[in-house]
């Protein structure tokens, strides 16, 4: 009896390890599947690739008149996006090549400073297409005889269908007041690339702008001074920032701060990761 009970648990233990072991397999099977399904469930690892160094342009001229602004961009590929933002006195007006297919970036657009003819801002966005144009000729009318400039950013890795996540555009209107600010947005995915823009009047200073808080963001590219050769009084600074977001949620508010007397704009564009299955 006791010899055929010992049987009975060696045939139990052998039955029970083959199970095991027919589900330990199974689990190894489905388990990158099920990793996969949650990852894109919960929101995609982000693949953000910046296409080069964005440049800054002026006019040709600082002279009241209609100017054109040709702006290189760094080479794109198919279903990039392209971001464009400028910096220009209230009552010019700077705009997109026509039928080019450059939208406004939503509460990012005629961001009019009026205090002073302050510095005012837009921002487009475009997907950029393979055959799309990749010199922009913007057309600036100066009403007021100063400075405005424009940039263009390249992104690889935002989703096409629907690029732009959260944005907004926000004015200081202050003498005194050393800091452009940009207030917060509300991202509702997680890994979205924050871009931090800001646009300001300079006199004569070689940087537009330092010390980005409270997040410590990337410096892409900044100008604060007129071409060479070509005078200046103020100048249209630009400032751009770019901050890799690891959760959903609100960005708070961000500043950098400028060298002296100040109107100026800043700007937050969070773009939306490309989902990934």
């Known amino acids: 009896m006791a010899a055929r009970s010992s049987s009975v648990v060696e045939d139990l ?45 002026f006019p040709p001229s600082i002279e009241r008149g209609t100017y054109t602004i040709p702006v290189m961009l760094n080479p794109p590929h198919n279903n990039d996006v392209v971001i464009c933002t400028d910096d220009r006195t209230n009552i010019n007006v700077i705009t997109p090549p026509a039928g080019a297919g450059y939208l406004p970036v939503p509460n990012s657009y005629h961001c009019n400073n009026t205090f002073n003819n302050g510095a005012s801002a837009d921002s487009w966005y475009h997907v950029w297409k393979t055959g799309d144009a990749t010199t922009l000729n913007f057309t600036v009318v100066n009403k007021f005889g100063d400075w405005d400039s424009i940039s263009c950013q390249v992104w690889g890795g935002a989703d096409p269908k629907a690029p732009i996540d959260q944005s907004l555009c926000t004015n200081t209107n202050s003498e005194a007041n050393q800091y452009a600010t940009a207030n917060s947005v509300t991202t509702n995915f997680p890994n979205d690339m924050l871009l931090l823009m800001y646009a300001d009047y300079n006199q004569d200073v070689p940087d537009a702008c330092h010390d980005p808080n409270p997040l410590h963001a990337i410096l892409l590219n900044q100008n604060s001074l007129a071409p060479i050769g070509q005078g200046s009084t103020e100048t249209a600074g630009q400032c751009l920032y770019f901050f890799q977001l690891t959760k959903a949620a609100p960005t708070g508010t961000q500043h950098v701060k400028y060298p002296g007397f100040h109107t100026s704009v800043g700007t937050q564009i969070a773009l939306k990761p490309l989902p990934r299955r």
């Open 13 to 57: 233990s052998a039955e029970q390890m083959k199970f095991f072991r027919s589900t330990l397999l199974v689990a190894l099977i489905l388990l990158p599947s099920l990793a996969s399904a949650q990852s894109y469930l919960h929101g995609p690892a982000s693949n953000f690739v910046l296409r080069g160094r964005p440049t800054i342009y």
